[in-house]
């Protein structure tokens, strides 16, 4: 089963843009769907968008207008940009990977991001 | 957009007791329904999927059963380990994907 690791800034201002990366290591990113997912502290889960090895994309509605997503192939990476962050984006940030669009096989070990002054 | 509704939101059991869970949508999702759990600090793990299959390496005492609108996970003798809090999440009608407020299952 693959590995996921996020990484980025843990304190992002209000009304700046949130940027996260996902490395995904013991197996290829060519192989898998490849999401995002975020839980506020103490709250549910909610899936925020996915992307495909090939580019393709796929986002929640209810944040499709903040939300880009992109892969880096050579380096076994994909990212998450969200723009206008307010403090209701404060959560932990999960990547995920599946095989199919469906479940989510392997998670992340998540990464809070919180959105202060 | 699907919502799902989980109940209870805390159940106390007792090592060894039986856990039943249940989970609701708003909307027939066919058999296309997950479980997962979460304990504390952790990332979420997926259990089971296809309302009733089992992923690779649960013990037996999950199961997983329901279709259409309705669906039950039961941990049929709570182990230590099994005290977290479980989430469904349906993948029949996307985007989004859409999960369960959760259910905590903890020590009585």
């Known amino acids: 089963q693959v590995q996921l690791q996020e990484s980025g800034p843990g304190l992002v201002k209000p009304s700046e843009t949130l940027s996260l990366t996902c490395t995904v290591s013991g197996g290829s990113i060519s192989s898998n769907y490849w999401s995002w997912i975020r839980q506020p502290p103490g709250k549910g889960l909610e899936w925020i968008g996915y992307?495909?090895?090939?580019?393709?994309?796929s986002q929640n509605p209810s944040l499709k207008s903040r939300v880009t997503m992109s892969i880096d192939k050579s380096k076994n990476q994909f990212s998450l940009k969200l723009t206008s962050v307010t403090a209701a984006d404060t959560a932990i940030y999960y990547c995920?990977?599946?095989?199919?669009?469906?479940?989510?096989?392997?998670w992340g070990q998540g990464t809070l991001v919180t959105v202060s002054s | 957009e699907i919502v799902m509704t989980q109940s209870p939101a805390t159940l106390s059991v007792s090592p060894g007791e039986r856990a039943t869970l249940s989970c609701r949508a708003s909307q027939s999702v066919s058999s296309n329904l997950a479980w997962y759990q979460q304990k504390p600090g952790q990332a979420p793990r997926l259990l089971i999927y296809?309302?009733?299959t089992r992923a690779t390496g649960i013990p037996a005492r999950f199961s997983g059963s329901g279709s259409g609108t309705d669906f039950t996970l039961t941990i049929s003798s709570l182990q230590s380990e099994d005290f977290a809090i479980y989430y469904c999440q349906q993948y029949n009608n996307w985007p989004p994907w859409t999960f369960g407020q959760g259910t905590k299952v903890e020590i009585k």
């Open positions: 992307i495909y090895y090939s580019g393709s994309t």
């Open positions: 995920a990977g599946h095989f199919r669009l469906n479940w989510f096989d392997s």
């Open positions: 296809g309302a009733s």
